[in-house]
């Protein structure tokens, strides 16, 4: 029979739960800034294994993919500070430990508010947990093979045009491109949004439609508000995407979904 916990029990399952995750992602920290991934053949075949190599660890090697393919080739990366390059090899392999561990990371959430869920609800949650990991995987990708590039070349040619020399501080270009991937990755969670506060009976079905002239106003300042160059062309990087996603999460949310006090 079900026993309804108490808010210690509940704060108690938090806390281990909590302990587990730090654990998962301080382990795939470490674990990122002590091996690196190299080729190796094996009876003829190429295969990608993991190795002890500090100086040229999984961290290093994100950064060295980073530079080659998102830098215009006459530019540099340089460390202004003694540790400007061991900082941001903390950082990238704390994101990395942050993704690696996500898994995790939504298996203990689960968990955690599993008990207080009806079972068609935690099937819900599931498939739309999917969806939102397909989501922000695919504005990170987006945003990394065109907006990124895009926006770092238009920058150089400033420079350029300045006749000046460009070098980027490793400091500032490896956050810049992480900014941005995160930034694109929770801008296309907007249908997880628009479902969420519909299915709670926060708003109607119809609030979207009705909404349309303002969100379009507001996602195009949000895409000009977050995008570094002048140039009116990255922000539809962003902005373009988002109203696509408003328009087609307007339209299936008008057939499909009915507010939380229409489902009993």
């Excluded at 959430?109 to 008990?115: M, V």
């Excluded at 350029?160 to 941005?180: A, C, E, K, Y």
């Excluded at 949004?193 to 979207?208: E, K, L, P, Q």
Aim: glycine share 8%; charged share 10%.
């Amino acid at each position: 029979m079900y026993r309804e916990r108490s808010f210690v029990d509940y704060m108690r399952d938090l806390r281990l739960r909590v302990i587990r995750v730090s654990i998962a992602i301080g382990a795939a920290t470490v674990f990122c800034m002590t091996f690196g991934i190299g080729s190796f053949n094996i009876d003829g075949y190429t295969i990608l294994l993991p190795y002890p190599d500090t100086f040229h660890n999984i961290a290093i090697q994100i950064v060295l993919i980073m530079r080659n393919n998102l830098l215009p080739n006459s530019v540099n990366l340089v460390q202004l500070t003694p540790q400007g390059a061991f900082v941001t090899q903390i950082y990238v392999s704390a994101l990395l430990g942050v993704i690696v561990t996500m898994p995790i990371i939504v298996r203990e959430l689960a968990a955690f508010i599993g008990p207080g869920l009806y079972l068609h609800e935690k099937t819900n949650v599931k498939k739309f947990t999917a969806f939102a990991i397909i989501l922000f995987a695919t504005g990170c990708l987006s945003s990394y093979f065109v907006a990124i590039p895009y926006i770092l070349n238009f920058l150089y040619k400033y420079g350029q045009s300045l006749g000046v020399s460009t070098f980027f501080d490793i400091g500032q270009f490896v956050p810049f491109v992480i900014q941005f991937l995160i930034i694109f990755g929770f801008s296309y969670q907007l249908p997880i949004i628009m479902w969420a506060t519909t299915v709670s009976g926060i708003v109607r079905r119809d609030f979207w439609r009705h909404n349309l002239r303002y969100a379009i106003m507001i996602i195009t300042i949000f895409g000009a508000f977050i995008t570094p160059d002048g140039s009116g062309v990255t922000m539809w990087f962003i902005a373009g995407p988002m109203l696509l996603l408003y328009i087609v999460g307007m339209l299936i949310l008008e057939e499909k979904i009915k507010p939380v006090w229409q489902r009993y």
